[in-house]
């Protein structure tokens, strides 16, 4: 579809409405003041980079506590604004504070390119709490302040909980840290993208390695609980499209005795191992290496569909020699400037390591492909966005800044925006087809080799 460029009397007449809505504002709220954080970097030839420190923005917000009315939609005011939901504490903090900074970058990136419809780009900030309640306060919050965009890194069941009422305001949830395989379809949406895969690509990139490497046959031994079937079914799909044969497919039960399942792979052996589950996994593995098809003897490889250190539940490490671990991850020798960048912001933010660059590059994509969508919609109602978000990173001619991008979008041309995170090439249902990902190998030690690491993209 071509786009053309924004009209500049289109572009007056959306900064008139929103003097109008600041004034209105202005008369019964605070104003809220967000540092947009920058880190001056050298530069590179695939990365954003700006070398200026950033003016502040401000979000004028209401104060007022009193029930959203859902039977007002979000029509745009002609200014860009995120509303962030990503984690500062829990399990999730790693990814969420990772996430914030990458999009804290990209909205001093985009504004420092001119902003959006000639407007700076805006961020509030919030977190999801560690209740449904906290995530419905923060939701609210900020449809009352007029965001156009939740930043969401809420666990998949808050996300779920809160579909419906942002579906009803008219707003864009966009997620860079969920790979729930559970939110695709309980999204049903067209308001619903991340940029972070679901973990179902995680099966599909596993499948190619196991082709690649001649594997003619496979058993999968998966939690028949929580994601690990849908994994299973992804890996045995695209597995056997490509020629292998599934000869295994054993399910088991994570709160009974998964030992008991791997005695039919001791007695038909196959070329490979693929294991689905959480914890239970390190155990599973040392009865594999007992029956002696553990990871030092065929193929093994693990998806973990908990976040859990195999290393730190093993007796003895060097069980895991040779297994391979299937994970969402960016190579950072692609990205080093940018995880120079997050460092430095996150040192002045106070913000401690270890940092997630997968998920602070995944955040940076999901604010530079919102604002390019806004710019080619011509206006900030999100459900016009949300129409534009998808071919927005396909099927054009391709660019990975968002100064170069817009350009090309002010000229009228279609373009492909290739992001830090990956290709992204997104499809219904909003998602990444085209994703990063990382085989971490153990080589004896707790934690894998990551000399081993070797990184690939799921097509």
């Not at 993208?193 to 998966?222: C, H, K």
């Amino acid at each position: 579809m071509h786009r053309a460029p924004t009209s500049r009397r289109a572009v007056a007449l959306l900064r008139s409405e929103k003097l109008l809505r600041s004034q209105k504002l202005l008369r019964s709220g605070a104003l809220l003041v967000i540092g947009v954080l920058l880190a001056a970097c050298t530069s590179s030839s695939d990365e954003p980079t700006t070398t200026t420190n950033a003016p502040t923005t401000e979000v004028t917000v209401p104060t007022t506590t009193e029930p959203v009315d859902l039977d007002i939609r979000n029509d745009g005011d002609g200014r860009l604004v995120f509303g962030a939901m990503l984690p500062d504490d829990g399990p999730g903090r790693e990814a969420g504070q990772s996430a914030l900074l990458g999009v804290e970058l990209a909205v001093t990136d985009v504004n420092e390119a001119g902003g959006v419809l000639l407007e700076d780009i805006f961020l509030s900030p919030g977190n999801p709490g560690s209740s449904i309640n906290d995530v419905q306060a923060t939701v609210d919050r900020h449809l009352r302040e007029g965001i156009d965009v939740i930043l969401d890194g809420a666990p998949a069941e808050q996300s779920i909980e809160v579909l419906s009422k942002t579906r009803a305001a008219g707003v864009i949830q966009f997620s860079p840290t969920s790979s729930d395989t559970t939110l695709a379809a309980a999204a049903d949406t067209e308001l619903y993208f991340r940029t972070s895969p679901s973990d179902t690509e995680r099966a599909v990139v596993l499948a190619n390695l196991a082709n690649e490497q001649a594997l003619q046959t496979a058993a999968v031994v998966f939690d028949q609980d929580g994601a690990g079937p849908a994994l299973a079914e992804a890996f045995v799909t695209r597995f056997e499209g490509l020629g292998g044969e599934a000869i295994h497919q054993v399910p088991y039960n994570a709160a009974a005795n998964p030992a008991s399942s791997i005695s039919v792979l001791s007695q038909d052996p196959p070329s490979g191992i693929v294991l689905i589950g959480g914890a239970e996994l390190a155990d599973l593995i040392t009865d594999l290496v007992g029956v002696g098809i553990g990871p030092r003897s065929i193929a093994v490889y693990a998806i973990l569909t908990d976040d859990v250190d195999l290393g730190g539940l093993v007796e003895d490490p060097r069980v895991l020699n040779g297994l391979g671990l299937v994970e969402i991850g960016v190579d950072l020798n692609r990205i080093e400037t940018f995880a120079t960048r997050v460092e430095a912001a996150a040192d002045d933010r106070g913000v401690d390591a270890p940092f997630d660059f997968g998920a602070a590059a995944a955040g940076y994509d999901a604010v530079v492909v919102t604002a390019l969508a806004t710019e080619i919609a011509g206006t900030d109602r999100p459900e016009a966005i949300a129409e534009q978000i998808i071919g927005v990173t396909r099927d054009g001619v391709l660019c990975v800044r968002y100064n170069e991008c817009l350009e090309l979008v002010q000229s009228g041309e279609n373009i492909n925006y290739d992001g830090l995170s990956g290709p992204l090439e997104l499809v219904p249902p909003g998602e990444p087809s085209a994703a990063s990902f990382v085989i971490r190998t153990y080589d004896g030690d707790a934690p894998p080799n990551a000399a081993l690491d070797r990184y690939l993209f799921a097509r």
